[in-house]
């Protein structure tokens, strides 16, 4: 396992956000949804692609909390913008389980 400094890893600036909107996303390659989340007045509402299919549907994703890494790149998916990348782990069939704060925290609280 290759180490980072301290400061590579401040460098990712990963927040707490709302899902506010999801959406199935048909056109992209492998089975995605299209989330909005909101990350709070400092950063607003950002849009992501996410392949969660597998654990998730879009009625069930709205109103929770998800982590997001917020200064990456906007990145071209198909037809969609993603914005952020929302964070998971994959589970022992490599479906995606999304992370989140285990406590209530604000929209924009940042990992530290």
Known sequence: ??????????????????VIAAEPFPEARKPAIKLRVDFGDGIGVKKSSAQITDHYDCD??????????VNFPPRQIGP?????????????DGAIVLAAPDRAVPDGARLC
Do not use: C, N, P, Y
């Open 80 to 92: 969609f913008m993603s914005e952020v990348l929302v964070l998971g782990f994959a589970d022992e």
């Open 60 to 69: 069930a994703l709205v109103g929770r909390k998800v982590m997001g890494v």
């Open 1 to 18: 396992m290759e180490t980072i400094t301290f400061d590579q890893f401040m460098a990712v600036d990963i927040r707490a956000g709302t």
